[in-house]
């Protein structure tokens, strides 16, 4: 499967989630998205700090795709967002990153097991 269809198919086609985008581990290059979903290169390279410093992002939050959301949840692997009812679900794999949006009419926990999933699948494949 290649990467575009592990967003347009994994990722929004399941419902669960409006917007996604996969990038290298490094942050250096975006391997698939979704049309109009666009992480700036400041804004990966914030997520990527945050993995190694958790302590950052919970007071300033995370940014995506212009937005700012409150983080609720940060460790090695995880970084969760929201901002009202809306928010971004940020999972590393062995060799990516996988971001995804949720709008309000999606519940958070269907969202959050959707991205999990695929990053247990890709991390079973060796990414």
């Known amino acids: 499967m290649s990467w575009q269809a592990y967003v347009d198919t994994s990722l929004v086609g399941t419902g669960n989630v409006d917007q996604a985008a996969i990038f290298s581990v490094a942050g250096d290059s975006q391997w698939a998205a979704s049309k109009n979903f ?3 290169a ?3 390279k914030e997520i990527v700090s945050a993995y190694k410093d958790t302590s ?3 007071s300033e939050g995370v940014h995506v795709a212009g937005k700012r959301y409150v983080v609720h949840k940060a460790d090695e692997r995880s970084i969760y967002g ?5 928010g971004v679900l940020i999972v590393k794999t062995n060799q990516a990153i996988l971001i995804s949006h949720y709008p309000e009419t999606i519940q958070p926990g269907a969202a959050a097991t959707t991205v999990e999933q ?3 699948y890709l991390i079973g494949v060796g990414y």
């Open 118 to 120: 695929l990053a247990d």
């Open 38 to 40: 666009e992480v700036k």
């Open 82 to 86: 929201k901002q009202g009812k809306e």
């Open 56 to 58: 950052k992002v919970y």
């Open 42 to 44: 400041p804004e990966l």
